[in-house]
Structure formats: C-alpha cells, structure tokens
C-alpha cells in the first residue's frame, strides 16, 4: 500500500484477505474456534459455522486449519454449487486421490472411492474432516449426500468429519422438512454477529499492531465512526480503515480523525449519509419503525381519550349547573342551552 512507509508499517493492515495472523479473538471468536476443534474431535457428523457476510467465517476457518494437528487430512470446497457428481469428484481432488481412478465414475463409484481411502486414513491413525465454504449454496441433494458420508464408519468409530459455513440462511436449510436426518447429525452449532461497539478498538488495534504499527493510528472519534458506517461488520471496518489510513497519507496527518473516517466510509460505502444504526442490521431498522408505529397509536389514543373526555365531563357537570344537554342530533356536534329566567 501508498501509505506503508508514511506510517512505518511491515504490510497492509486491513487486507481483506483472510490471513489467519490478522483474526482478533473476540469472546464469540474464540467460542466459533472452540465449537470447531471440538466437530473436528467429535468422531463424526456436521459441525456448523454461520453468520452475515463479512462477519470473518472464512478467517476463522483459516484459523482452525492452523491449528489443525499433523494427523488430520482435510479437504476443503470453496464452490459448492455443483452437480452431485461434480460434488463427489472434487472431494475426491481435495483428499489427494489421483484423477485417474475417479474420472469419468458414477456416483455409487465416487462413495466407494471415499470410502476406500477414509479406511486407509483409519488403518494409519489419521483422520478425515471435509469443510464446507459457503455451504448456504449446496442443494438439498447435495446436503443428503454429505448425510451419507457422514454414515461411513468402522465398527467403532465414523470416518468423516463434516464441517459447514455459510450464511444464516444455511441454518433454515438444514432445519427444513426432508433433513430431520441431517440437523440430528449436527453435534455443534455457532453464530458469528458483528462486532460490538466495545470491540473496535481492540481490533482495529490489533490489526495495526500485526502490521507494525508502534501506536495506534485512529483517534477515539474516528474508530466511532467507523463503528457507525460499518455497524460492527469486519469486512467492511477493513475497508474503511484502509482507505482512511490512505486519506490521513494524502493529508500528512499522523492519525485518522473523525472527519478522514468520515469520508473514508462515504467513498467505500457509496453514500454521503450517515446511518446511526450502522450496517447489516436489519433488526434495528425494524425495531425503529416499530417504535415509530407505537408512538402513533399512543398518540391516537390520547387524542381520543381527551375529546371523549370531554364529552363525559359536561354530561356529568352541566346538569349540575342547571344547564340542559339536549340530544345530539347524529353526526352534528354537542349544543347547551342555559334555563331561561323563571324557569325551573
């Protein structure tokens, strides 16, 4: 990046790459991580991993295969929107299984190859796990598929360890009717949210200090703002930093201040306005109208509450006086007459 040595930093901050030395484990980090290691031991079945995008599921399942002991071979699918077939060939690529003996097989074949090496894996003392990316793209036959491998097994132990991640519509998916099957076979689940407000610094800091930086480069004002335009959202906090790091460049300032993060966010995200209930929070936005359509029926019910009041009030108290309230005629307003003189 331009702005690498103005700053003295080593590499690019906010590299929208995952890059595993860059994660910030927050406590539901930390918890998403743990929920893996935990299905990759589990001795089979479907783990799930989800959250909005951007939300860092790819970095945290960068992570886990940095953590992965030696023992454990894994296969990894970025595209899943394949063909059941196509499917079965790529699992077969990822495991290292030479092209020539699954080429052109059927997919009864496919399973048998996969379940031929997931037996060898065994005899050696290794283990399998396939993870899943973007799993919120596999069809429902794919998903059945997958419930079957996870159905290889020794007398004693499942060969195949499952992990899928994707977007919150994935959990829908695995609940709907037809995979009653394959939801009970999900030993862990996890959500990833946006980052709270109470975060940011820490991450944003974090990602400066892995970079090299020897303080931190955003002023408390700035680091809100991004906090607002962003709504907490990680992939969206690393583009604004990163142009804002580039705006502080091109004005010689040794810091970002509210004003660069400002139009930082209005150049990444399109827009000169600024949303107080952030990004990718549809929730808030809901919760907002909602209140607004509470407001209005309290205020009706006010208005009505006093006009009908006031109608009880003088059917009360005229007569009291003396006056008479003669029937309203309908649909004409309420009229009072005061006793003549002599009059009882």
């Known amino acids: 990046m331009i702005y690498e040595d103005f700053f003295g930093l080593e590499r690019p901050p906010f590299s929208l790459s995952p890059d595993p030395r860059s994660l910030y484990l927050t406590e539901q980090h930390r918890e998403a991580l743990a929920h893996l290691l935990y299905g990759v031991q589990g001795g089979g079945g479907f783990v799930l991993l989800t959250g909005e995008i951007g939300t860092g599921k790819t970095t945290v399942c960068r992570s886990l295969l940095e953590q992965l002991p030696g023992k454990v071979d894994v296969a990894l699918l970025l595209n899943p929107k394949l063909s059941i077939t196509e499917l079965l060939q790529s699992i077969c690529a990822e495991f290292g299984i030479p092209s020539r003996i699954f080429e052109g097989a059927n997919r009864r074949r496919l399973v048998a190859i996969i379940y031929k090496y997931l037996l060898r894996l065994h005899s050696q003392g290794r283990s399998a796990v396939l993870i899943v990316d973007e799993a919120q793209n596999l069809s429902r036959d ?6 079957l491998l996870t159905n290889l097994e020794t007398s004693d132990k499942k060969l195949l360890q499952i992990i899928l ?3 919150p519509e994935l959990k829908a998916v695995v609940n709907s009717p037809g995979l009653e099957q394959m939801a009970q076979r999900i030993t862990a689940r996890f959500h990833l949210r946006s980052l709270a407000k109470s975060e940011m610094p820490g991450y944003i800091g974090h990602r400066l200090n892995v ?5 931190m480069l955003f002023d408390d004002a700035a680091v809100n703002e991004v906090w607002r335009f962003s709504g907490g959202t990680p992939r969206l906090i690393n583009s604004i930093c990163d142009r804002a790091l580039l705006g502080a460049y091109v004005n010689k300032a040794p810091v970002v201040s509210k004003e660069i993060a400002q139009k930082a966010a209005t150049e990444v995200l399109g827009t000169e306005e600024i949303s107080f209930l952030g990004q ?6 809901a919760l ?3 209140l607004l359509l509470c407001a209005g029926f309290v205020l009706a019910y006010v208005v009505i509450s006093f006009y009908t009041g006031i109608w009880q009030y ?3 108290v005229l007569p009291i006086l003396g006056a008479k309230q003669p029937r309203r005629p309908h649909g004409t307003a309420p009229r009072y007459c005061l006793p003549r003189s002599g009059e009882g």
Do not use: T
Request: proline fraction near 0%.
């Open 142 to 147: 794919a998903l059945e598929y997958l419930r």
């Open 165 to 167: 991640i994707g977007q």
């Open 211 to 215: 970079a090299g930086a020897g303080q």
């Open 280 to 285: 990718d929070n549809k929730w808030r936005y």
């Open 288 to 290: 907002f109208a909602l």
């Open 314 to 316: 003088s059917a009360l």
